[in-house]
């Protein structure tokens, strides 16, 4: 019994040591970080969290918030991304359980021979062996403690849990990239069905102006070339229709990946045009200092700095001693023979100390491999850095360029209405021919095709300004909606762990 209780007094009393970490090393990673935007507009609204979580309600598009609530509950990578954090989580209870004892139960049974004796025979020369068979059984608990001194194991543990934390960070850079993926798809979808609206009705109006030709020149008021002419511009413009009305159709397949569900049944859902969005979201107005905070590509690098710091520090602990306690405690019993059984207590206390020697530079490379993978994550971070300042810089230029083109394109085409209007009332007078109001027309109509994809770029302008800050999650709102999307989802049928 005094044996056992100074075992467990050195146990407790290692335990008060096994926090300590002097092989630690640091993963701040200093940056520098800009004050203000420089191409961000001045007058615009700030943006709350709640806008950046749920970014596309500021469409107020029914059929967008739809598809998007569709595709967080069935989208694949976003499930194979679940998938990725659920085993991580799963590998830190691995790395945590080298922190603690442990204890094992064994039992052995079985039959030997044991010399038990050796005896002269008289009359006879030399010795006689006399080898019983011995029946043994035993059972008992063992328990093994290696105590960390310097702190290897605590890091090996701490760096399973930045991986772990990398793969949520991994899991939320693919959320906000699907949100996107579904948000541009899908104005791009309605823009391209409100151009093929306008270019059906430009067909109408070359058809009708190739008509008017004929019959001029079948009163010979024009030739045959100009004939010809309105023929070739009435099926160049008919030629357009099939190149918007695939892309179309492959914008819809895409979106029916993006969301889980098959082609044919979503492109039911979405072939009817509808008008873009009227109602645009606020631009966020934040500082460059909140993309550390919110874009998950960026906190997913340092988690990997993180992993590769502690991965480093338990590379150097394996240059220390190791301690080990190992404790077993347990019955057998002994049978020689016919006779009844001997049954006896057994324990066994023991402690080991090992240093490493001399193995080959094995340590020494694993350090500076280690060493390595650190300097490398360390860069990428802030690679990373300087690609979201980009990203966002160039996501503010092009939504600038899109409102000031969107503009032109208005007075242009309130321009071309203009010309349209003028010229109907000077052939209802007389004054100008049919083919001029069919001209003045086709110009409105082509003005209106050009309006409408500035409209569409401005729309998917925004979607990237949101995603270039990391739009489309938070710790509390979003992810727990996604939980229970992916929970009951109609197409998802796998098991999901809570963030």
């Known amino acids: 019994m005094k044996a056992w209780h100074s075992m467990m007094v050195l146990f407790l009393a290692l335990a008060g040591l096994d926090g300590c970490t002097p092989t630690r090393v640091s993963d701040h990673i200093p940056l520098v970080v800009p004050e203000r935007w420089r191409n961000a507009p001045d007058t615009q609204p700030v943006s709350t969290s709640k806008d950046l979580s749920e970014w596309w309600k500021g469409f107020g598009d029914p059929v967008l918030n739809d598809l998007i609530g569709q595709a967080l509950a069935a989208n694949h990578d976003l499930r194979l991304a679940k998938a990725r954090v659920r085993e991580a989580k799963a590998m830190i209870t691995v790395a945590e359980s080298a922190l603690y004892p442990s204890v094992d139960l064994y039992s052995f049974g079985g039959r030997e021979k044991r010399i038990d004796r050796i005896v002269g025979v008289p009359g006879k020369q030399g010795i006689e062996l006399i080898v019983p068979t011995v029946n043994v059984v035993t059972g008992g608990l063992a328990a093994r403690w290696e105590i960390d001194l310097f702190g290897g194991r605590h890091l090996e543990a701490e760096a399973a849990v930045a991986q772990s934390a990398g793969t949520e960070e991994a899991h939320r850079a693919v959320q906000v990239g699907l949100l996107a993926q579904v948000a541009t798809n899908y104005l791009e979808l309605r823009g391209i069905q409100r151009r093929i609206d306008i270019l059906l009705e430009n067909i109408d109006v070359q058809r009708e102006r190739l008509r008017a030709v004929q019959a001029f020149y079948k009163a010979g008021v024009v030739n045959d070339m100009d004939v010809a002419r309105q023929d070739t511009l009435l099926h160049n413009t008919m030629g357009t229709l099939p190149v918007l009305t695939s892309t179309a159709k492959n914008l819809i397949h895409r979106l029916s990946v993006l969301v889980g569900e098959a082609p044919a049944s979503l492109e039911e859902r979405l072939t009817h045009s509808m008008p873009l969005p009227v109602i645009l979201p606020s631009i966020p107005k934040l500082l460059p200092s909140s993309v550390l905070e919110q874009r998950p590509d960026l906190r997913l690098a340092y988690t990997e700095v993180s992993s590769a710091a502690a991965s480093l520090g338990a590379a150097r602990a394996d240059l220390f001693p190791r301690l080990v306690l190992s404790a077993s405690g347990g019955a057998g019993a002994l049978a020689v023979g016919g006779f009844p059984g001997l049954a006896e207590g057994v324990y066994a206390l023991g402690s080991g100390l090992t240093m490493p020697i001399f193995n080959a530079g094995r340590i020494k490379a694993h350090i500076t491999a ?46 071309a209405e203009r010309s349209h209007t003028i010229a109907q009332a000077f052939y209802q007078r007389g004054a100008a021919d049919f083919l001029s109001v069919l001209d003045a027309q086709r110009t409105r109509l082509s003005t209106s095709d050009e309006r409408t994809q500035a409209e569409t770029t401005v729309r998917v302008s925004l ?23 992916i929970d009951a989802g109609g197409n998802s049928r796998l098991p999901v762990a809570t963030d």
Do not use: C, M, P
């Open 370 to 415: 280690a060493d390595a993978r650190l300097d490398h994550v360390a860069a990428n971070y802030e690679k990373t850095f300087l690609l979201a300042l980009e990203d966002t810089e160039n996501a503010y230029v092009a939504h600038t360029a899109a409102l000031e083109r969107r503009d032109q394109l208005v007075r242009a085409e309130t321009a």
């Open 463 to 485: 979607v990237s300004i949101y995603r270039a800050f990391g739009g489309g999650w938070s710790d509390k709102s979003l992810v727990s909606q996604v939980d229970k999307a």
